[in-house]
Nanobody, 126 residues
Framework: QVQLVESGGGLVQPGGSLTLSCAVS????????LAWFRQAPGKEREGVSC????????YYGDSVAGRFTISRDNAKNTVYLQMNNLQPDDTAVYYC???????????????????WGQGTRVTVSS
């Protein structure tokens, strides 16, 4: 069983930055996709970014491309999401997800992920 634990959320002013972390443990099978999703109040959970562990490719949702960066530290079994120029629309609970498979064209489909963290809340407000 895989456990994912997110941290790093909080309150930030518009234009500010935050870095989220996701600690991965209990892995017994290779994880081919490590991703971040978010869910704002009253909205569906949406894909933010994905890291393909097989080739190191990264993927981003249109609303965060150019502002967010996903990365992985293999030695620490941790995935990061660096978020810059945060805006009120980025307010959401952010979830870490891991998949036993990976499909580049469908990385944003949440049903393809096998493991989920509990989420960390990000609030962007002045």
């Amino acid at each position: 069983q895989v456990q994912l634990v997110e941290s790093g959320g909080g309150l930030v002013q518009p234009g500010g930055s935050l870095t989220l972390s996701c600690a991965v443990s209990g892995r017994s099978s290779p994880l081919y996709a490590l991703a971040w999703f978010r869910q704002a109040p009253g909205k569906e959970r949406e894909g933010v970014s994905c890291f393909s562990t097989g080739d190191g490719m990264t993927y981003y949702g249109d609303s965060v491309a150019g502002r967010f960066t996903i990365s992985r530290d293999n030695a620490k079994n941790t995935v990061y999401l660096q978020m810059n120029n945060l805006q009120p629309d980025d307010t959401a609970v952010y979830y870490c997800a891991a998949g036993l498979g990976f499909w580049a064209s469908d990385w944003w489909r949440r049903h393809l992920y096998d493991y989920w963290g509990q989420g960390t809340r990000v609030t962007v407000s002045s």
